[in-house]
T-cell receptor
Framework: KNQVEQSPQSLIILEGKNCTLQCNYTVSPFSNLRWYKQDTGRGPVSLTIMTFSENTKSNGRYTATLDADTKQSSLHITASQLSDSASYIC?????????????FGTGTSLTVIP | NAGVTQTPKFQVLKTGQSMTLQCAQDMNHNSMYWYRQDPGMGLRLIYYSASEGTTDKGEVPNGYNVSRLNKREFSLRLESAAPSQTSVYFCASNKDAPYEQYFGPGTRLTVT
Protein backbone atom coordinates (compact mmCIF):
# COMPACT_ATOMS: atom_id res chain seq x y z
CA LYS A 1 0.00 0.00 0.00
CA ASN A 2 1.33 3.42 -0.96
CA GLN A 3 1.84 5.47 2.18
CA VAL A 4 3.71 8.50 3.47
CA GLU A 5 4.49 8.75 7.16
CA GLN A 6 5.93 11.79 8.88
CA SER A 7 7.55 12.21 12.24
CA PRO A 8 7.38 13.72 14.69
CA GLN A 9 3.71 14.68 14.66
CA SER A 10 4.56 17.91 16.46
CA LEU A 11 7.66 19.70 17.58
CA ILE A 12 8.43 22.75 19.72
CA ILE A 13 11.84 24.41 19.45
CA LEU A 14 13.48 27.62 20.61
CA GLU A 15 14.07 30.39 18.14
CA GLY A 16 17.51 30.13 16.59
CA LYS A 17 17.78 26.36 17.01
CA ASN A 18 17.93 23.83 14.21
CA CYS A 19 15.51 20.96 13.68
CA THR A 20 14.98 18.01 11.37
CA LEU A 21 11.66 16.58 10.21
CA GLN A 22 11.37 13.06 8.83
CA CYS A 23 9.37 11.50 6.01
CA ASN A 24 9.26 7.76 5.21
CA TYR A 25 7.37 6.49 2.20
CA THR A 26 6.39 3.26 0.52
CA VAL A 27 5.17 4.80 -2.73
CA SER A 28 6.06 2.97 -5.89
CA PRO A 29 6.99 3.67 -8.60
CA PHE A 30 8.62 6.82 -7.23
CA SER A 31 8.49 9.97 -9.32
CA ASN A 32 9.37 12.83 -6.99
CA LEU A 33 9.10 14.04 -3.41
CA ARG A 34 8.06 17.48 -2.29
CA TRP A 35 8.03 19.34 0.98
CA TYR A 36 5.35 21.95 1.56
CA LYS A 37 4.95 24.55 4.30
CA GLN A 38 1.41 25.30 5.40
CA ASP A 39 0.82 28.32 7.62
CA THR A 40 -2.30 28.25 9.79
CA GLY A 41 -5.34 29.13 7.72
CA ARG A 42 -3.46 29.13 4.42
CA GLY A 43 -2.83 26.75 1.57
CA PRO A 44 0.40 24.71 1.33
CA VAL A 45 3.36 26.37 -0.37
CA SER A 46 6.11 24.36 -2.02
CA LEU A 47 9.57 24.43 -0.41
CA THR A 48 11.47 21.84 -2.45
CA ILE A 49 10.95 19.16 -5.07
CA MET A 50 13.38 16.27 -5.53
CA THR A 51 13.51 13.60 -8.17
CA PHE A 52 15.06 10.15 -7.87
CA SER A 53 18.52 11.33 -8.83
CA GLU A 54 18.68 14.24 -6.39
CA ASN A 55 19.71 13.63 -2.79
CA THR A 56 19.93 17.20 -1.48
CA LYS A 57 18.14 20.41 -2.29
CA SER A 58 18.17 23.70 -0.45
CA ASN A 59 15.83 26.65 -0.30
CA GLY A 60 17.32 29.28 1.97
CA ARG A 61 17.38 27.92 5.51
CA TYR A 62 15.51 24.78 4.42
CA THR A 63 17.50 21.76 3.23
CA ALA A 64 15.79 18.59 2.09
CA THR A 65 17.55 15.26 1.66
CA LEU A 66 16.37 12.16 -0.10
CA ASP A 67 17.58 8.57 0.21
CA ALA A 68 15.71 6.70 -2.49
CA ASP A 69 17.20 3.37 -1.42
CA THR A 70 15.77 3.52 2.10
CA LYS A 71 12.78 5.60 0.97
CA GLN A 72 13.42 8.30 3.48
CA SER A 73 13.54 12.08 3.29
CA SER A 74 14.30 14.75 5.83
CA LEU A 75 13.76 18.48 6.00
CA HIS A 76 16.35 20.37 8.01
CA ILE A 77 15.59 23.89 9.18
CA THR A 78 18.57 25.98 10.20
CA ALA A 79 18.51 28.88 12.65
CA SER A 80 14.75 28.71 13.11
CA GLN A 81 12.63 31.84 13.15
CA LEU A 82 9.19 32.51 14.62
CA SER A 83 7.82 32.60 11.07
CA ASP A 84 8.84 28.96 10.61
CA SER A 85 5.93 27.98 12.87
CA ALA A 86 3.72 26.00 10.50
CA SER A 87 2.79 22.52 9.38
CA TYR A 88 5.29 20.82 7.05
CA ILE A 89 3.86 18.29 4.65
CA CYS A 90 5.73 15.63 2.70
CA UNK A 91 4.15 14.60 -0.61
CA UNK A 92 5.34 11.74 -2.80
CA UNK A 93 4.31 11.36 -6.42
CA UNK A 94 4.08 8.04 -8.16
CA UNK A 95 4.34 7.18 -11.81
CA UNK A 96 3.27 9.84 -14.22
CA UNK A 97 2.30 12.55 -11.74
CA UNK A 98 -1.35 12.27 -12.65
CA UNK A 99 -3.91 13.58 -10.27
CA UNK A 100 -4.61 10.39 -8.40
CA UNK A 101 -0.97 9.57 -7.71
CA UNK A 102 0.00 12.17 -5.14
CA UNK A 103 0.40 10.73 -1.65
CA PHE A 104 0.31 13.14 1.25
CA GLY A 105 1.74 12.76 4.74
CA THR A 106 -0.28 14.09 7.67
CA GLY A 107 2.33 16.73 8.40
CA THR A 108 4.60 17.82 11.25
CA SER A 109 3.36 20.79 13.25
CA LEU A 110 6.34 22.97 14.16
CA THR A 111 6.13 25.67 16.80
CA VAL A 112 9.05 28.04 17.26
CA ILE A 113 9.03 29.88 20.57
CA PRO A 114 11.04 32.97 21.55
CA ASN B 1 -0.64 37.16 -11.27
CA ALA B 2 -3.04 36.01 -8.53
CA GLY B 3 -2.10 32.30 -8.67
CA VAL B 4 -4.96 30.08 -7.47
CA THR B 5 -8.02 31.83 -6.08
CA GLN B 6 -10.97 30.27 -4.28
CA THR B 7 -14.38 31.57 -3.26
CA PRO B 8 -15.91 31.70 -0.78
CA LYS B 9 -13.38 31.70 2.08
CA PHE B 10 -15.92 30.58 4.65
CA GLN B 11 -19.35 28.97 4.39
CA VAL B 12 -21.89 27.50 6.78
CA LEU B 13 -24.55 25.21 5.37
CA LYS B 14 -27.44 23.30 6.82
CA THR B 15 -27.69 19.58 6.12
CA GLY B 16 -29.27 19.04 2.71
CA GLN B 17 -28.37 22.43 1.26
CA SER B 18 -26.28 22.68 -1.88
CA MET B 19 -23.44 24.95 -2.86
CA THR B 20 -20.64 25.38 -5.37
CA LEU B 21 -17.05 26.15 -4.49
CA GLN B 22 -15.27 28.16 -7.15
CA CYS B 23 -11.62 27.92 -8.13
CA ALA B 24 -9.64 29.77 -10.77
CA GLN B 25 -5.97 29.87 -11.77
CA ASP B 26 -4.17 32.34 -14.00
CA MET B 27 -0.98 30.34 -14.59
CA ASN B 28 -2.17 28.53 -17.72
CA HIS B 29 -1.94 25.17 -15.99
CA ASN B 30 -3.54 22.13 -17.55
CA SER B 31 -4.16 20.13 -14.37
CA MET B 32 -6.41 21.19 -11.52
CA TYR B 33 -7.45 19.42 -8.31
CA TRP B 34 -9.85 19.56 -5.40
CA TYR B 35 -8.71 18.29 -1.99
CA ARG B 36 -10.21 18.21 1.45
CA GLN B 37 -8.16 18.52 4.62
CA ASP B 38 -9.41 17.19 7.94
CA PRO B 39 -7.65 17.30 11.33
CA GLY B 40 -5.11 14.51 11.74
CA MET B 41 -5.40 13.44 8.12
CA GLY B 42 -3.40 14.29 5.07
CA LEU B 43 -4.90 16.10 2.13
CA ARG B 44 -7.25 13.76 0.31
CA LEU B 45 -8.05 14.07 -3.37
CA ILE B 46 -11.71 14.49 -4.24
CA TYR B 47 -11.56 15.05 -8.02
CA TYR B 48 -9.02 16.19 -10.53
CA SER B 49 -8.93 17.43 -14.08
CA ALA B 50 -5.89 16.64 -16.21
CA SER B 51 -7.01 19.02 -18.96
CA GLU B 52 -9.91 21.15 -20.07
CA GLY B 53 -12.92 18.93 -20.69
CA THR B 54 -11.79 15.98 -18.57
CA THR B 55 -12.42 15.10 -14.95
CA ASP B 56 -11.65 12.02 -12.86
CA LYS B 57 -12.50 10.77 -9.41
CA GLY B 58 -9.96 10.80 -6.65
CA GLU B 59 -9.89 9.04 -3.31
CA VAL B 60 -13.08 10.53 -1.77
CA PRO B 61 -15.49 11.59 -4.56
CA ASN B 62 -18.81 10.53 -3.01
CA GLY B 63 -21.19 13.43 -2.43
CA TYR B 64 -19.34 15.77 -4.80
CA ASN B 65 -19.46 16.76 -8.45
CA VAL B 66 -17.07 18.91 -10.44
CA SER B 67 -17.04 20.97 -13.59
CA ARG B 68 -13.99 22.07 -15.55
CA LEU B 69 -15.61 25.13 -17.05
CA ASN B 70 -12.56 26.16 -19.09
CA LYS B 71 -8.80 26.00 -18.67
CA ARG B 72 -8.87 28.54 -15.84
CA GLU B 73 -11.83 27.40 -13.75
CA PHE B 74 -12.65 24.22 -11.84
CA SER B 75 -15.70 24.16 -9.58
CA LEU B 76 -16.76 21.71 -6.87
CA ARG B 77 -20.42 21.17 -6.10
CA LEU B 78 -22.05 19.67 -3.04
CA GLU B 79 -25.56 18.68 -4.07
CA SER B 80 -26.87 17.77 -0.61
CA ALA B 81 -24.45 18.72 2.13
CA ALA B 82 -23.85 16.38 5.06
CA PRO B 83 -22.06 17.05 8.38
CA SER B 84 -19.31 14.62 7.24
CA GLN B 85 -18.44 17.17 4.57
CA THR B 86 -17.37 19.71 7.16
CA SER B 87 -13.78 20.33 6.17
CA VAL B 88 -11.32 22.71 4.61
CA TYR B 89 -11.31 22.47 0.84
CA PHE B 90 -8.28 23.32 -1.25
CA CYS B 91 -8.04 23.79 -4.97
CA ALA B 92 -4.67 23.27 -6.62
CA SER B 93 -3.16 23.37 -10.06
CA ASN B 94 0.14 22.25 -11.46
CA LYS B 95 2.32 23.00 -14.41
CA ASP B 96 4.03 20.30 -16.37
CA ALA B 97 7.31 18.76 -15.22
CA PRO B 98 8.40 18.95 -12.49
CA TYR B 99 4.71 19.01 -11.64
CA GLU B 100 4.90 21.47 -8.76
CA GLN B 101 1.45 22.07 -7.29
CA TYR B 102 0.15 25.50 -6.37
CA PHE B 103 -2.63 25.68 -3.81
CA GLY B 104 -5.38 28.17 -3.22
CA PRO B 105 -6.08 29.69 0.21
CA GLY B 106 -8.85 27.23 1.05
CA THR B 107 -12.57 27.30 1.78
CA ARG B 108 -13.64 26.49 5.32
CA LEU B 109 -16.99 24.73 5.16
CA THR B 110 -19.16 23.84 8.13
CA VAL B 111 -22.28 21.73 7.68
CA THR B 112 -24.67 21.74 10.63
Amino acid sequence: KNQVEQSPQSLIILEGKNCTLQCNYTVSPFSNLRWYKQDTGRGPVSLTIMTFSENTKSNGRYTATLDADTKQSSLHITASQLSDSASYICVVSAGQDTGNQFYFGTGTSLTVIP
Amino acid sequence: NAGVTQTPKFQVLKTGQSMTLQCAQDMNHNSMYWYRQDPGMGLRLIYYSASEGTTDKGEVPNGYNVSRLNKREFSLRLESAAPSQTSVYFCASNKDAPYEQYFGPGTRLTVT
